[in-house]
Structure formats: structure tokens, C-alpha cells
């Protein structure tokens, strides 16, 4: 993942799911005996964690993939309409994906539309500078760098970005044919925060 170390992951997963059995551990230091496997047994939460999130962000690449590779997007990027907006933006179709964002820029890294609910609320949320300068980072667009290849055409970004301080996982993939074909034509990005009910999600992958 292009966006995201495994540095990041261990980091975020500690401050979400991991803080009891780290401080466990860490008390338990205090028998030398006991310690390394104490710390064995945090070392393999956390790998069970970051599992638990890649997992999560592959689920969203799929979501963005089946949004990206389609004959209808690959006209919308060349020539934006109403139908393909009505459509792709709609509140029930965000639902449905279970996405918070949806994202699509052109090849110049125009951004052609872009919708950002409350999954709970159904609301529209405020497009910050923060949000529309994550949307802008070169890193959410490499396959775009690499031109039409057969390696870009798979090509994905995807990982972990922060908007206004909260911490969204993202993917981006490109916009071609529904041939899986291109020249590209632009990225659509999608994005779901980790919020509470994400966390959850996170902590019941893992059995507890």
C-alpha cells in the first residue's frame, strides 16, 4: 500500500484495539520470566490487527474498483454528465457501498465531483481544504504517473489519510474501460472513516 507503512498500521491499531494488552504486557515486565511472552502475545494482536485493517482496505479497493472500471466512468472522465452524477453520488448508492467518500478526478488531476456523508446521519459533511488537499496528494495517483500501462490499468493507491483529525482509510484506481482497457482517464478515489462503527467492525474481525 502506497500510502500507509507497517509502522503507521502498528501505531493506529495500538491507539484503537491494543492499549489493554500492550499495558498488560508492559506491567508484566516486572517478571522477567513471564515478559517475552507477554510481549509475544501483543506482538501477535497487533499482527492480527493490521491483518484485521488490510483486510478492511482491500474490501474498499474493490469498492473503488468496481466503480472505476466501468464504460460509464470512462466517458464521465472525458466528458462529465448528469446521469453518471445522479447516479454514482447518490445517497443510496454511497450507502450501499458503505463509503463515506466519493471521488473522481481526470487525468490532470481535476476533480470532477465529489460527495462526502455521515453514514449514520445520511447527511452531506463540508468539504474542507483539508479534505480537497488530502484528494490532491501525488501519492493517491501513481498509476496515473505511470500512463496507460497494463501495470497501471491494476494499479492501486490506497492506505490511510488524515481529514480535519480524523483518520480515513482510502483507495484510488483508475478509470478505465469495463474491458479493463485504457488509456487512463482519470482515478476514482473512495474513502470510509475509522470511526466507531468501523472500529467495532475492526475488533469483531478479531473475536473479542
Known amino acids: 500500500m502506497s500510502l500507509i507503512r ?17 499495558l498488560y504486557a508492559l506491567n508484566s515486565t516486572l517478571n522477567s520470566g513471564l515478559a517475552h ?13 493490521e491483518d484485521a485493517l488490510t483486510n478492511r482496505i482491500q474490501d474498499l479497493i474493490a469498492v473503488s474498483r468496481s466503480l472505476s472500471r466501468s464504460d460509464a466512468a470512462y466517458l464521465y472522465a472525458a466528458s462529465p454528465n448528469p446521469f453518471f452524477d445522479e447516479e454514482t453520488f ?8 458503505g463509503v463515506n467518500l466519493i471521488a473522481v478526478v481526470n487525468n490532470a488531476g481535476d476533480l ?3 460527495r462526502l456523508i455521515n453514514l449514520s446521519s445520511y447527511q452531506d459533511l463540508p ?39 480524523r483518520l480515513m482509510m482510502v483507495a484510488s484506481t483508475p478509470i478505465v474501460t469495463s474491458q479493463n482497457t485504457g488509456p487512463i482517464r482519470g ?3 473512495t474513502g470510509r472513516y475509522l470511526d466507531a462503527a468501523e472500529n467495532a467492525a475492526l475488533i469483531a474481525s478479531l473475536g473479542y
Not at 507497517?6 to 500492550?22: D, G, N, Q, S
Not at 447518490?90 to 457501498?97: I, V
Not at 474542507?128 to 496515473?144: C, D, E, F, R, V
Open 127 to 165: 468539504l474542507s481544504a483539508n479534505l480537497t488537499q488530502a484528494l490532491g496528494s501525488p501519492q493517491l495517483y501513481q498509476h496515473l504517473i505511470r500512463g496507460g500501462s497494463e501495470i497501471a490499468v491494476d494499479a492501486v493507491s490506497s492506505g490511510l489519510i488524515s481529514v480535519d483529525g
Open 90 to 97: 447518490a445517497t443510496s448508492n454511497l450507502l450501499e457501498q
Open 187 to 189: 482515478a476514482v478515489i
Open 112 to 114: 470532477l465531483n465529489v
Open 6 to 22: 507497517r509502522t503507521l498500521l502498528v501505531v493506529l491499531l495500538v491507539a484503537l484495539l491494543a492499549v489493554p494488552i500492550l
Open 37 to 49: 511472552i507477554e510481549r509475544d502475545e501483543a506482538n501477535q494482536y497487533l499482527d492480527r490487527a
